[in-house]
């Protein structure tokens, strides 16, 4: 499976981005997906994950009521709206895969990992 995320960019604090991984290579409605990520000096966190179908979502606290993910089984990519960005935003965003239909909301439960996007936000 290869991942491929892009949408990234600097954007001032209260904008907005909206992140695609594209995916390749493996049944994609078969595979729960996740977008984590990572500031410098800080490990790896999940921001969140969504079911094969689509029908199941999770969100880290800290981003619920402002990102949204989403997927199109059709297009094989999975999105993450981000609104109301804050500075703290500000970090390397992955997209992952597993090989399961269900998410995990950590790191080691998925198998396929994309290059990474950075995500930088201005005060």
């Known amino acids: 499976v290869q991942l491929q995320a892009s949408g990234g960019g600097l954007v001032q604090a209260g904008g907005s981005l909206r992140l695609s991984c594209a995916a390749s290579g493996r049944t994609f409605s078969s595979s729960g997906m996740g977008w984590f990520r990572q500031a410098p000096g800080k490990e790896r966190e999940i921001v969140a994950a969504i079911s094969g179908s689509g029908g199941i979502t999770y969100y880290a606290d800290s981003v619920k009521g402002r990102f949204t993910i989403s997927r199109d089984n059709v297009k094989n990519t999975v999105y993450l709206q981000m609104n109301n960005l804050k500075p703290e935003d500000t970090a390397i965003y992955y997209c992952?895969?597993?090989?399961?239909?269900?998410?995990?909301?950590?790191?080691?439960?998925?198998?396929?990992w994309g290059q990474g996007t950075q995500v930088t936000v201005s005060s």
């Open positions: 992952a895969a597993r090989r399961d239909i269900l998410y995990q909301t950590v790191s080691g439960g998925y198998d396929y």
